[in-house]
């Protein structure tokens, strides 16, 4: 393992280069958060065009499979799909 980063308070490890969807599936964590439709957000496409996968770090979100994980990025799970 590489380093770690915090999803919703948890720490889950990372291999270097590893996407933030890859190292939380690896960890078991499939629910990424909630759609504005009351979906819940998970990986599907893997490649950014979905959005199915939106994270919030910090005021941002942004598609998990799309980020590469850096020791200590905190994200969290998006609540609702409201941006800001």
Known sequence: MTGHVVWHGRRV???R??????AL???GVHNL????????RGVFCGIGQCQN?????GDR???ACLL???DGLIADPDAGGRDG
């Not at 280069?17 to 890859?22: D, Q, T, Y």
């Not at 996968?53 to 770090?57: D, I, K, N, S």
């Open 61 to 63: 979100l942004t598609e």
């Open 33 to 40: 958060g909630q759609a504005a439709t009351g979906q819940a």
């Open 68 to 70: 590469i994980c850096e």
């Open 25 to 27: 599936m690896a960890a």
């Open 13 to 15: 490890a990372f291999r």
């Open 17 to 22: 280069g590893e996407s933030l969807a890859s």
């Open 53 to 57: 996968c939106l994270v919030r770090v």
